[in-house]
């Protein structure tokens, strides 16, 4: 298996043990594959949910950009809902899985069709 394997294998663990779900193993590649270089650098590869220039960010490039939803409370909302599920306590909250919880939230699979 090669690096991004392993990521995404580390990623699958997180969302059955720290979050709950099952995930949609074929949909969390997909996701993964969407973040890029970014997943290979420790600094990029998780979100400081403490920071709001963070918060913007995955609202702005990912939620309105990628996922083309209009801006509004419901964003913000929905970006609390997912690092509530992940555990604020975790210090390592994987932006790979932050975005496949937010594509499932928002019923956006069909992005990464």
């Known amino acids: 298996m090669g690096k991004r394997d392993d990521l995404i294998a580390r990623y699958a663990d997180d969302l059955r043990n720290k ?8 949909l ?14 420790a600094d990029a590869a998780t979100v400081a949910a403490g920071q709001a220039g963070e918060i913007e960010t995955v609202k702005n490039n990912f939620l309105i950009k990628k996922l083309g939803l209009p801006d509004g409370p419901a964003l913000t909302e929905a970006i609390d809902q997912v690092l509530e599920t992940y555990g604020r306590s975790e210090r390592n909250k994987y932006r790979a899985v932050v975005y496949y919880m937010l594509t499932r939230h928002f019923g956006k699979e069909s992005v990464y069709g």
């Open 19 to 26: 979050c709950g779900m099952e995930p949609d193993m074929d």
């Open 28 to 41: 969390l590649t997909k996701v993964t594959i969407g973040c890029g270089p970014a997943i290979y650098n």
